[in-house]
């Protein structure tokens, strides 16, 4: 994920402060695709500064002991255009699915079944109220968001289905206890596949 992408697209959209940004990804729903830490944030903030695709807009004095003053940032002309490379270069980026359990799952045969089940069933769980999340957002905002929000929305709903759909093979795997069932290796000095 390009964070540089992420704020100069909020940025275009109007004035914010950092925290403004946080909060917008959040009230967007966007934490759920886009993983934000704090401290990225800040950070690419201030690299945005430094090379001057973003500058202050207004600073504001914020009462209170020891609290550091608000500071608004706006894109610049040289923000605008870095935005339009930097979205364009997203879109061209090759796509590679992963999921947490991708890494894990070769090595599934030398764990236990009852350890893992409660496991995946969480993944479900929370794959299926993302699903419920994104219908509800779509039916309640649907008809006056941007084309492009909402055609990320729909990606990432199919993309949930889908993930549903394997989850819930993978849970009747590891209940009858053929996840765990030791496949036909070939000599491992000969073939190392997974």
Sequence with gaps: M???????????ECNRHPY???QTIKARNWHHTFKVQDGSLYYAVDQLRVDGLI????????SGDNRPDKTIYR???TGKVELQELMYQQMG????????LFLALP??????????????????EACEERIKHLQFVLELKGDWLPRGSTHMIQGILRFSETERLWLQDLLKDVKSGELTLPGTMPDQSSHDKS
């Excluded at 980026?93 to 947490?100: E, I, S, W």
């Design 2 to 12: 390009s964070m540089k992408l992420l704020i100069l697209g909020l940025l275009m």
């Design 20 to 22: 403004e940004i946080r």
């Design 55 to 62: 500058e202050v807009a207004e600073i504001i004095s914020v």
């Design 75 to 77: 894109i610049t002309d």
């Design 93 to 100: 980026n090759g796509f590679h699915p992963h999921h947490p």
């Design 107 to 124: 090595f599934a045969r030398h764990g236990e079944n009852e350890l893992m089940e409660p496991i995946i069933e969480k993944q479900l």
